[in-house]
């Protein structure tokens, strides 16, 4: 396995291993059992990913003699919610589980989220380890702590920063994940190349064949590249103050476009539709060249993610719900434009009719 280490600075016994590779979940038990002791495991999964894994993985820890329970829970972005953290959390105390246990996050990024929250609270933090089987949670939403269940006034309302003890990437989940999902894992890819720089932006250009058909070889090297570039902005930024920010790209618009829609947008369409309006913000306010634009454009397209908004979507929704989420951000929208590919920062003094222009063109 690849291993791409996470340091969080001074704080030593909170950085943890990255471990990415191809049908390793047999060794991932290996290393739990030899590095992460605990007196009782609970692999924690969704309705589906325990249908397709949960026996195989269970099996695999109680072979090594691990205490091991499954805990399931409906799949969908609908049950990360406080109902089903006490659901859990309910079945965890009737287990008698306490604070010499291990939680183990098996699935998407709702598994992820959910167990993380539940983690940093349950008798007053537990440890937990990732296991993420969507493509969007092992190049993203596993990685750097970011915990959280929604309300029914928003999205990750109620959370907290919690670092996992470990995340083990293994690729072989992906080849039952269904493609709008594998997309949307896409779209972060996309975003990174984007943010990081233009070398990585020309891999993705040039193996673009090869990641959609899912290449082991090259695949592996796209998903540890990504988690060695969200890696590097978590130690620099752990609770997202400055630079973290910057994996925003194409999420303001995104979740406005997310919301706006009632959520039948998937989050890798929005965030899709978002990077292609942030490009076009770019160029009308930090002189953004239209090659790179055309070449962005052209990358989204090739990966089969939309850039347009249907024209039912009203300009003035999404106005609204960017306004709302700037509670979140001390009264400015934040958008993460680009000077070029490789060169983004967060301008917060966009215009309002920028803003409206923008939306209008991505109409359609
Ligand atoms: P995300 O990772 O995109 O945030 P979820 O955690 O909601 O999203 O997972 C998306 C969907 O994919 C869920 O229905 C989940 O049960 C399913 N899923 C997760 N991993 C796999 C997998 N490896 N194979 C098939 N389906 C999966
Ligand atoms: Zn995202």
Redesign the pocket.
């Known amino acids: 396995m690849k291993k791409v280490k996470l340091n969080l600075n001074k704080k030593i016994s909170l950085s943890y291993d990255i471990c990415i590779g191809y049908n390793v979940i047999d060794q991932v038990g290996l290393i739990i059992a030899e590095n992460h002791k605990a007196s009782h495991y609970v692999l924690i999964t969704?309705?589906?990913?325990s249908r397709?894994?949960g026996g195989v993985v269970l099996g695999i820890f109680q072979n090594l003699g691990l205490n091991t329970t499954l805990i399931e829970f409906q799949?969908?972005?609908t049950s990360k919610n406080i109902q089903t953290v006490l659901s859990v959390v309910g079945q965890m105390l009737k287990l008698g589980v306490d604070r010499d246990a291990i939680l183990i996050a098996l699935?998407?990024?709702?598994?992820?989220?959910l167990v993380g929250f539940i983690a940093s609270v349950y008798m007053r933090s537990v440890p937990y380890i990732q296991i993420?089987?969507?493509l969007?949670?092992q190049v993203d939403?596993s990685i750097g702590g970011k915990t959280a269940v929604d309300l029914p006034d928003g999205k990750n309302l109620l959370g907290a920063f919690h670092q996992p003890k470990a995340v083990f990437v293994d690729l072989k989940?992906?080849?039952?994940?269904?493609n709008t999902?594998f997309n949307?894992?896409l779209a972060e890819i996309i975003k990174y190349g984007i943010i990081d720089n233009l070398k990585f932006f020309e891999t993705l250009e040039q193996k673009a064949d090869a990641i959609k058909k899912q290449d082991r070889d090259v695949l592996s090297a796209v998903v540890e590249h990504s988690c060695r570039f969200k890696k590097k902005i978590v130690e620099i930024d752990e609770k997202d103050r400055g630079i973290r920010r910057i994996l925003n790209f194409g999420h303001t618009v995104g979740h406005a476009v997310e919301a706006a829609s009632g959520y039948t947008i998937s989050?890798?369409n929005a965030v899709a539709i978002g990077m292609a309006a942030a490009v076009r913000m770019s160029g009308k306010l930090c002189g953004f060249s239209i090659g790179e634009r055309e070449r962005i454009w052209r990358l989204i397209d090739v990966f089969g993610l939309p850039r347009y908004l249907s024209l039912t979507i009203r300009t003035d929704e999404i106005v609204e719900r960017l306004k709302m989420d700037k509670k979140k951000e001390g009264d400015k929208i934040n958008f993460v434009l680009l000077k070029r590919i490789g060169m983004p920062f967060v301008n917060s003094e966009v215009p309002e009719a920028i803003i409206r222009e923008t939306i209008e063109e991505i109409k359609r």
Not at 46 to 49: A, G, M, R
């Open positions: 969704d309705s589906n990913v397709l894994y799949a969908g972005e699935g998407g990024g709702v598994a992820g989220d993420p089987t969507t969007m949670a939403s989940f992906l080849e039952t994940l269904p999902e949307n894992g989050h890798g």
